[in-house]
């Protein structure tokens, strides 16, 4: 009897051992797999973010501005195209310089990430993340996989180790942009050129790539991962449906909710991952009310990285993104605002400023953007949607004068309408023909902090 008692545990103990693995390692490296994975509400209810790139490019810090949207970050690659304007003013400006002649000069003297992250919530951003490597393969992190990182040269520090300190003691959550490809590591390109850090490997995406995502996970549990530079090959070569699936798997130990946007390889965009990036093309998403869910990224002026050349035309204003939150937020889409910090670390007041101003109007308008999902109707004129619960809120993008008129949206008998900034209720009519008619009275004073955008909040449950 003792025996058949002995062997029933022995059986349960290896089925909950069993069980436990199972639980912690739901993900397979496969589509279906994969695609089970969901995105976290979190993220979904944050709706505004700061990206931020960073790195050594930000000490030649240029790129030609009368050529539309020019990276400055692309420095590196630019610097060796003779038909690019970028190698003529290199040439100028720094003779034969190689690009790895800028790493010493990339100091960070001057980088707090803990105003950083104040800044990040002062704009009204939920999340923030950084370049943990660009396309020119230089590490923010004391990597074990190259000499090419941010503690063995340049700054000599961890970049990213304060960095995720600083925005999770502000509450923020936080993660990484990573590029798939080295545009110069022999290891990748197969040329044998001078690599300053490199290490010995066989193998650059099984002994490097995978390796470095590995340890990024290990080390600082990202909430996110924004992939890049995999335009180059397929998914297979670059084996992420195994990353990812890793990811997802450590993530579930820890019961973090994470995602990763859609870079897995060649072809592969708009077709898998938690998140699906609008790039700078405002119009690839702006076409409805998109299911899955995406974000618009772009910086303020025409690029990513810093460029010393920016001119004050160059850059949104204001206005204008607060327009594009709304207009995104309407479509299902968060906003990815990028800033391009100097070498020494500082955010251009040029970038500061349109960012605090949304700011400002978050914090009286937030209602209507933060915790907010797509409503059946996303625009009607100069209105944008947003729903939550029983309400609905109608965010103008112009001010309509003494009458604001939606035919879209049907009050609940009863409502109370009110704009929000504004004390009091708002007088309306509804009627089968005209569809509703909100009154704001002359003598009615403005919100002073909603001078951008106006939103109504109207029960219609």
Known sequence: MNQKINFLF???????????VSAQTPYQATWESLDSHKMPAWYDDAKIGLSMHWGVYSVPAWAPRDKGISYAEWYGMRMTEKDNPTYTYHRTNYGNATYDDFIPKWKAENYKPEDWAKFAKKMGAKYMFITSKHHDGFC?????????NAMKM??????????????RKEGLKVGLYYSLYEWFNPLYTGKDIPYAGLKKANNYVDDVMIQEIKELIDLYHPDFFYFDGEWDHPVEFWKMKEVVAYYYNEAAKLNQEVFVNDRFGAEERGKHGDLYNVEYDFEKGN????????????GIAKTFGYNADTDLED???????????????ARNGNFDINVGPTSAGIIPEYEQYPLLKLGE????????IYGSRPWTTQVEGDARFTSKGEFVYATFLKWQGEEFKLK???????????????PGNLDWKWDATNG??????????????????WSFKIQVK
């Not at 109007?361 to 209507?368: I, S």
């Open 10 to 20: 022995s059986m349960l103990f290896c089925i909950l051992i069993v069980s436990n």
């Open 361 to 368: 109007w978050l914090t009286t308008n937030g209602e209507a």
């Open 140 to 148: 923010l992190w004391p990597t074990k996989y190259t000499d090419r």
């Open 154 to 167: 340049g700054p000599k520090k961890d970049i990213l180790g304060e960095y995720f300190a600083a925005a």
């Open 315 to 329: 850059c949104l204003s204001p206005k204008q993104f607060i327009d594009k939150t709304i207009d995104g937020v």
């Open 408 to 422: 879209s949206v049907k009050p609940v008998e009863g409502s109370k309408i009110t704009m929000l900034g504004v």
């Open 287 to 298: 076409t409805g009310n998109l299911t899955h869910k995406w974000s618009f990224w772009q």
């Open 436 to 453: 509703l008619s909100i009154k704001y009275p002359r003598d009615k004073a403005r919100p002073t902090a909603c001078s951008y955008a």
